[in-house]
DNA sequence: ACCGACACTTTACGCCATAAGGAGTGGATG
DNA sequence: CATCCACTCCTTATGGCGTAAAGTGTCGGT
């Protein structure tokens, strides 16, 4: 069996590395799209329609071209989308504090959190290998100057690095599929559930009995105002949940 | 504009709560099929080949049918896809031990990321909103269980399961992605690296000097031997990050 | 003036989920 | 026993997808 090679490493490498040098002159006609031009879009296109909503096609579209016109700028979609990943990643700038290293991995979360509240489709982007982007890579390391004061061993710092990066992911994404659930089904959270509820108590009656404890933690809700239940527990335990995080870390110093 | 109802929800309810009630006698021909086999198959072959190798078509193929068959026994594939999502979590069984919560937690989830690791696929299910299948909930039910003695308050334990199930899955997504990868494109990581090492260093002559943290934290890594070192590193991630993650709950009570 | 590299297009292929409609089956009913 | 029709399963078709292949026209370098 052969493996597709995964296309060029040096071609995308260059691409993500990229600065801005002066075009060459060469034969033929002038480019009339940049790279710039063609990941900006993309990027417009997924945060309004997810990964699943944007195809070739309809970047194409939305710049005036069809969709093979992208390839001569872009190898594939693959590669479109580890340009638009590593691309959104400039967005984010939170640093460290040294004098208050628990309020700075806070804002570093936080705002990581928002960022992915922004562009949901990011999280749908499994890199099966690192993307190796100066902006990813950019972020990483300004979680680590958050860390440094802590002086962790680095087989720990790996393990607080990623269990930060992966909680917040996991929270974020909990947060964007109940907005996307929302948007896409037009089903508040309030109409899902009381779509569901009955059935559920009909098709197993001894829920209560038979999950007491996942029955007692949902029944003590305060009521929400205005926000989605859903919504509101994806952000509420995301808040609690980054307290503990941190409290684990400082434990580990 | 129009949005799909999403199935009727009671349809798909009572199929993830089916009791094996005896075949009612109806006209027409028998069914030569169970919803049972189905997911049986398509589990199979989701876990050879993933959610993207798992396409109606193969699984019908495997049950020498054509892919309509299916929909005879199942709505569309997403219902297939919440029926598989919950059947496979009927294997996990780890529950609390009263005596010790913090070995109970630690079986638990490395149960779950075991878990994770056989069927990868369940990661790439994104649940827009809860599936609320027995096995998944009966997951749920343990869980809480294995935290009961720490007494926690109800905004609490929502945020501390919610963390540590967001743990486990983040670890194994990227356990899971760095062995497809191997498995996809037929290279190592070391490989891997190698193709890329040497661009990056001539695309970002100053990455030891922009990223210094990163450069040594890589750096400072003893060989591995034998397992591949993306796997190495998320394996270790995953048992330094929980321990930390644990003692933040233990701080939380 | 012309060559050839290049941007961009049209067309086509093989996938995908699934809608529509037809063929044959066999339990319930007369 | 004959009929009916709910039912399973099939074939065919539609409109999407990524992208291969090949054609058209452009324009800088020689």
């Given at each position: 069996?052969?493996?597709?090679?995964?296309?060029?490493?040096?071609?995308?490498?260059?691409?993500?590395?990229?600065?801005?040098?002066?075009?060459?002159?060469?034969?033929?006609?002038?480019?009339?799209?940049?790279?710039?031009?063609?990941?900006?879009?993309?990027?417009?296109?997924a945060d309004a329609a997810g990964t699943a909503g944007m195809s070739m096609r309809t970047v194409g579209k939305r710049l005036g071209r069809t969709a093979m016109a992208l390839y001569t700028y872009v190898a594939d979609k693959h590669e479109l989308l580890d340009l638009m990943y590593d691309h959104v990643h400039a967005e984010l700038t939170a640093d460290a504090d040294p004098a208050d290293w628990r309020g700075a991995l806070t804002a570093w979360a936080e705002e990581l959190w928002e960022f992915y509240l922004r562009h949901p489709w990011v999280l749908s982007i499994s890199p099966a290998r690192p993307i190796l982007g100066p902006h990813e890579t950019a972020m990483t390391e300004r979680l680590l100057r958050v860390l440094q004061p802590l002086d962790l061993p680095s087989p720990t710092l790996r393990g607080v690095t990623s269990a930060v990066i992966f909680f917040v992911q996991g929270n974020a994404r909990a947060m964007a599929d109940?907005?996307?659930?929302?948007?896409?089904?037009?089903?508040?959270?309030?109409?899902?559930?009381?779509?569901?509820?009955?059935?559920?108590?009909?098709?197993?009656?001894?829920?209560?009995?038979?999950?007491?404890?996942?029955?007692?933690?949902?029944?003590?809700?305060?009521?929400?105002?205005?926000?989605?239940?859903l919504e509101r527990d994806a952000r509420a335990a995301f808040t609690v949940g980054l307290g503990v995080l941190i409290d684990g870390i400082a434990a580990a110093r």
């Open positions: 069996m052969v493996y597709a090679a995964q296309g060029d490493p040096r071609r995308t490498l260059s691409l993500l590395w990229r600065g801005d040098d002066p075009p060459e002159s060469r034969p033929g006609p002038r480019p009339t799209l940049t790279v710039d031009e063609i990941i900006a879009t993309a990027v417009s296109v109940a907005r996307a659930a929302a948007q896409d089904t037009g089903q508040s959270d309030d109409e899902w559930w009381a779509a569901r509820a009955p059935h559920l108590m009909e098709l197993a009656g001894d829920f209560g009995t038979r999950f007491p404890l996942l029955t007692r933690l949902e029944a003590d809700h305060t009521p929400s105002e205005g926000e989605p239940y």
